[in-house]
């Protein structure tokens, strides 16, 4: 385990919204280097806002709330196994155990999970991820495919990739195409 005077000098070098987030988690960060990657992955402006240790893809390591999206790095890993924008999360669910718990995201028609959060952590991060969320930008959505002035066959084809990622549920996708095949 980790020293406190070990920790302090593996944090120095980052920045001071990383720092922060380290912080947060006191003890429970035994190795600082799991944030060494984060600032290599952030972008120009992008500030990190909340972080927490847990599981994603059955391997440990940190999830990570910037401004503008969720980001998960396994432990010892460079390259995120997550890279979530904000703006397509459409719901965030919470639920616990005895010591730990589990943040849900449902992004269209898929659920992304991570788990073995600690107990305390789980509504703080759901929380930080929802005002997160309402504050972020939307997913370029139906509203700019569906405008009054775009042929209705490139709108079918926008809205059939839209489904295709997830993006719109089969019933969104349902709609939007009778609308368009109404203005035929």
């Known amino acids: 385990m980790a020293r406190k005077k ?13 720092r922060a987030a380290a ?12 944030l060494l990657p984060v600032e290599g992955c952030l972008r120009e402006h992008e500030t990190v806002r ?7 893809q059955r391997a440990g390591g940190v999830l990570v709330l910037t401004d503008e999206r969720l980001l ?7 390259n995120p196994a997550l890279d979530l924008p904000l703006g397509g999360v459409a719901r965030v669910t919470t639920s616990t155990g ?18 073995r ?31 009054g002035h775009v042929d209705p066959f490139e709108a079918m084809e926008k809205l059939s990739a839209l489904r295709d990622r997830g ?18």
């Open 23 to 34: 912080a947060r988690l006191g003890a429970r960060l035994r190795d600082p280097g799991e």
């Open 50 to 56: 909340f972080a927490a240790l847990g599981t994603y």
């Open 72 to 78: 998960f790095f396994h432990r010892r890993v460079t």
């Open 6 to 18: 070990d920790l302090q000098v593996g944090l120095e070098g980052m920045r001071p919204d990383i």
């Open 98 to 115: 005895l010591s730990t718990g589990e943040v849900a995201l449902t992004v269209g028609q898929e659920t992304l999970a991570v788990s």
């Open 167 to 184: 993006v719109l549920t089969e019933a969104e996708f349902a709609a939007k195409k009778q609308e368009l095949l109404d203005r035929l």
């Open 117 to 147: 959060v600690v107990k305390g952590d789980v509504e703080p991060l759901a929380h930080a991820v929802r005002q997160a969320v309402e504050a972020a930008p939307p997913e370029p959505g139906v509203e700019s495919v569906d405008a």
